[in-house]
């Protein structure tokens, strides 16, 4: 099959991506490789998935309208709009930025699916959408109309677009709801990579609401097995597994999903696993929450379980060590890699080993 998909040098795309390149399918993916962070991680990302034969890669803007329609060229069975301004707290102090990318970058890309009319619109939104909802476990069926963050209101802009998309032209799309996804090739400004690291360097980890907030953690690989099997799974009326439960619209083919498993740890447990995965104590500085930030995050995972039979379930144990095996791997590739650059010029600066593969779930 052909698959477009936004966002293929960020984290979770770029996982995606290499799964169904490995699977033998085509995949053509669009990034605007931002500098929110070190644009070289996204360029290792990028240069892994340069090496498979079916792979298309295109810089650009969501908000280039004509590229994506470039990228479109190929007429994709299956869309998977990962691109996005992230981060929560960045929001605060950047708002326009998610403005551009994450309302009218998607809205462009709504357009081109309006134009192309794949089989399925798959659209990553976030368990952020919940906002101020005390309501335990977060079902999709709960309202979701009071966000804290700038970002968590363009994520919710973005499904109601998508919705009336799907009235009024018919595309089937699946809007689903991300939590705290974590694993090699993550990102640096999350949890994980930051405590790796400071934990590493002797430096301290800072640990925001005592401790005491939990988080629905999300190992990547199970990430990607949810998106595709909910790829296989366009939203109608032949599959709707009960008003109780499912978020299918009645007036258009649209469906909210979580993708979690329904296994909250609070924070000051995190920190443990690390520390275990690392082999060393962490040197622990204690911070209120932060503006913006949630007490917990918790998944209802029954609406992906009815419609695919898979629920996220790797233990935060082993994901953990799998980001610490990769990030001692990728720190000490990187770092050959610099002194290699420094003693041998432009003509030294290949880079392999742990770059070889994303992570050994793959």
Not at 192 to 217: C, H, Q, W
Not at 282 to 295: E, H, S, T
Request: net charge negative; proline share 6%.
């Amino acid at each position: 099959m052909r698959y477009l998909i936004t966002g293929t040098a960020g984290f979770v795309g770029f996982h995606l991506a290499h799964r169904l390149l490995e699977a033998g399918h085509a995949v053509t993916g669009f990034d605007g490789m931002t500098p929110y962070y070190d644009v070289t991680l996204k360029e290792q990302r990028n240069a892994i998935l340069a090496r498979f034969p079916g792979f298309t890669g295109i810089t650009a803007m969501l908000e280039d309208r004509e590229a994506l329609e470039r990228a479109a060229a190929d007429t994709p069975d299956v869309i998977v709009h990962l691109a996005a301004q992230a981060g929560v707290r960045y929001s605060i102090e950047a708002p326009e930025a998610y403005l551009s990318s994450n309302i009218v970058g998607s809205w462009n890309v709504l357009e081109l699916a309006k134009t192309v009319r794949p089989r399925h619109l798959l659209l990553a939104s976030s368990s952020s959408v919940y906002g101020a909802n005390d309501h335990i476990p977060f079902g999709e069926t709960d309202r979701a109309d009071e966000p804290l963050t700038i970002y968590a209101a363009s994520k919710k802009s973005m499904e109601v677009m998508a919705h009336s998309y799907a009235h009024l032209h018919k595309v089937p799309t699946t809007a689903f709801r991300f939590f705290t996804v974590y694993g090699p090739w993550g990102r640096p400004d999350m949890a994980l990579f930051k405590f790796t690291d400071a934990i590493l360097n002797g430096k301290p980890v800072e640990i925001y609401g005592e401790g005491r907030m939990s988080r629905d953690f999300t190992y990547i690989d199970d990430l990607v097995e949810a998106i595709l099997c909910l790829a296989d799974v366009p939203p109608s009326e032949e599959n709707r597994v009960g008003d109780a439960l499912d978020t299918l619209s009645r007036n258009a083919p649209f469906r909210v999903v979580n993708i979690g498993g329904g296994q909250p740890t609070e924070l000051i447990r995190f920190v443990d696993t690390v520390e275990q995965a690392v082999g060393r104590p962490a040197l622990r500085r204690f911070l209120p929450m932060q503006q913006g930030d949630v007490p917990r995050t918790y998944a209802d995972h029954r609406l992906l379980t009815a419609l695919t039979g898979f629920t996220p379930a790797t233990p935060l144990e082993h994901g953990v060590g799998e980001f610490v095996r990769w990030y001692r791997a990728w720190r000490g590739d990187v770092a050959a890699a610099k002194e290699s650059r420094c003693q041998e010029g432009p003509a030294g600066t290949s880079i392999g080993g742990v770059f070889d593969k994303p992570s050994s779930g793959e």
